[in-house]
């Protein structure tokens, strides 16, 4: 039974993979519990451990024992971002779903906004970033051609700038259990569905603590898997 049955207010779960962000959990609870007590909805924090070597799951262990809204899954190794995504879909029973970083450069403030569209009757909700500013310039040159390249090759175009941080109503969440891919990119992924969207804009912090988990040689296969 899902939490909106049993209150009949709307529920939402955040989805968060984390791979070594022992620096960054002590910012992120406080920062997604503050927004969330602002936000009229039930909600879960679906954190996955993606196989870290650091503290990480001891935290998020902790931060579960006294908290009833975190939930916690463990991966057995570190299969990387987008498998962990894919975990976190699978445990979520509530009326929409929010992937959000862990490092808070996704800003939790824009929760609000984005169940204020959801209420207004849109299925998908995009966050996109206004600036790149805190990205390399390499990094946003390369980002750029991407989503050039991809979108000319793919009928199903994804909106640039947009990362996983958006808002997903469960009749999307239903729709992403329907694709078998193995070779998991979710911002493909997350676009096929379709359905109604919004588009709120912010701009891109630096991670708030800890390092990228991301270098070249894992973007490149990144961009790779999604063409
Ligand atoms: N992440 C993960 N598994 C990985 C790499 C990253 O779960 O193998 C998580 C990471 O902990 C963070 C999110 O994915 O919550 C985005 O990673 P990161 O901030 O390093 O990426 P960037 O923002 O630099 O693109
Ligand atoms: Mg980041």
Same mark, same amino acid.
């Given at each position: 039974?899902?939490?909106?049955?049993?209150?009949?207010?709307?529920?939402?779960?955040?989805?968060?993979?984390?791979?070594?962000?022992?620096?960054?959990?002590?910012?992120?609870?406080?920062?997604?519990?503050?927004?969330?007590?602002?936000?009229?909805?039930?909600?879960?924090?679906?954190?996955?451990? #993606?196989?870290?070597?650091? %503290?990480?799951?001891?935290?998020?262990?902790?931060?579960?024992?006294?908290?009833?809204?975190?939930?916690?899954?463990?991966?057995?190794? %570190?299969?990387?971002?987008?498998?962990?995504?894919?975990?976190?879909?699978?445990?979520?029973?509530?009326?929409?779903?929010?992937?959000? #970083?862990?490092?808070?450069?996704?800003?939790?403030?824009?929760?609000?906004?984005?169940?204020?569209?959801?209420?207004?009757?849109?299925?998908?909700?995009?966050?996109?970033?206004?600036?790149?500013?805190?990205?390399?310039?390499?990094?946003?040159?390369?980002?750029?051609?991407?989503?050039?390249?991809? %979108?000319?090759?793919?009928?199903?175009?994804?909106?640039?700038?947009?990362? #996983?941080?958006?808002?997903?109503?469960?009749?999307?969440?239903?729709?992403?259990?329907?694709?078998?891919?193995?070779?998991?990119?979710?911002?493909?992924?997350?676009?096929?569905?379709?359905?109604?969207?919004?588009?709120?804009?912010?701009?891109?912090?630096?991670?708030?603590?800890?390092?990228?988990?991301? %270098?070249?040689?894992?973007?490149?296969?990144?961009?790779?898997?999604?063409?």
């Amino acid at each position: 039974m899902t939490v909106s049955a049993r209150t009949n207010k709307k529920s939402l779960a955040l989805l968060v993979p984390m791979y070594n962000e022992e620096e960054s959990i002590p910012l992120f609870f406080p920062a997604i519990k503050t927004v969330m007590a602002e936000v009229d909805v039930d909600y879960k924090i679906i954190c996955v451990d #993606d196989g870290s070597s650091d %503290n990480t799951l001891k935290m998020l262990l902790a931060e579960a024992s006294k908290d009833e809204h975190v939930q916690v899954v463990a991966l057995s190794r %570190n299969f990387g971002k987008e498998a962990a995504m894919t975990a976190a879909l699978d445990y979520v029973e509530a009326d929409a779903a929010i992937p959000i #970083d862990a490092d808070l450069q996704d800003p939790p403030e824009l929760i609000g906004e984005m169940v204020a569209k959801w209420r207004e009757g849109f299925d998908v909700v995009y966050a996109k970033r206004v600036s790149r500013d805190a990205d390399t310039a390499m990094k946003r040159s390369s980002a750029g051609s991407f989503y050039k390249l991809f %979108n000319k090759l793919s009928q199903i175009k994804i909106p640039e700038n947009v990362g #996983d941080f958006r808002l997903m109503d469960s009749k999307v969440l239903e729709a992403l259990k329907c694709l078998p891919e193995k070779d998991r990119f979710m911002k493909g992924i997350f676009c096929w569905p379709g359905f109604s969207s919004y588009t709120v804009e912010f701009e891109r912090q630096e991670r708030a603590a800890g390092d990228t988990k991301f %270098n070249y040689w894992k973007l490149w296969n990144f961009a790779l898997s999604g063409i």
